[in-house]
């Protein structure tokens, strides 16, 4: 799913990303946002070993959290969000992950938390969810679902992270917030005020969801087909 590359979404240098997102196996990498294609310039995503990572790529040392543990298993519904600071510590970069009974949390071990070092390496990217803005990176695709994508321009607390999980919508700062699924096959709207609309590539539609949120009502997105 592309969502393009307004202002409101360029150099940003602290960001929040919650997420909704379920995957099926570990045969491949599970892309929650990427702004960018193979240089992502925002990269946020569940690896092949049941982690969850989310980076802004700099020019020497990617500002980045890495998680060391088990916090990515497949076959249930996982909550995560990252929050990362570009002018921050080392230790300002942050990872939290919940589930349907469970309210978010700390990772519970890192392998890094770095601020990184050096200029970053774009701004002019497009937004994509699910994969690559244009779809188009077969590394990125896998069959797993995604519902509900915020990005702010700030480091959420801990509560407002868990409210958002809870209670999804329009919270200060918030510069994206998607339902994929819900506006149908080809389009998602953004419910923010930035306006960065999401058109869906190849995607298909579940309407299994179990979110208590969204139950019988809304759907999420294949993101083994979204762009």
Known sequence: MNCGNSAAIQDLDTITVCAWAYRNNLSSQVPIIAKGDTAAEIYFWMNNSSEVNCEITRATINCAAYSNTNCAPTGSWLFFAASLNFNGANGDQHLYSGNLTTLAAEVGA??????????????????????????????????????????????????????????????????????????????????????????????????????????????????????
């Open 110 to 227: 890192y392998a890094a938390q770095q601020v990184g070092g050096g200029a970053r390496t774009g701004s002019t990217h497009d937004l994509g969810i699910g994969n690559s803005p244009q779809g188009n990176q077969a590394w990125m695709t896998a069959n797993h679902l995604v519902d509900v994508v915020g990005l702010f321009n700030t480091n959420l607390a801990l509560s407002a992270i868990q409210d958002f999980q809870q209670h999804p919508r329009v919270l200060a700062n918030c510069v994206g917030l998607w339902f994929p699924g819900r506006d149908g096959i080809s389009t998602a709207f953004d419910r923010s005020s930035v306006g960065n609309n999401g058109t869906i590539y190849n995607a298909t539609l579940d309407a299994s969801v179990p979110l208590p949120i969204y139950k019988k009502t809304r759907h999420h997105q294949n993101l083994a087909r979204a762009a």
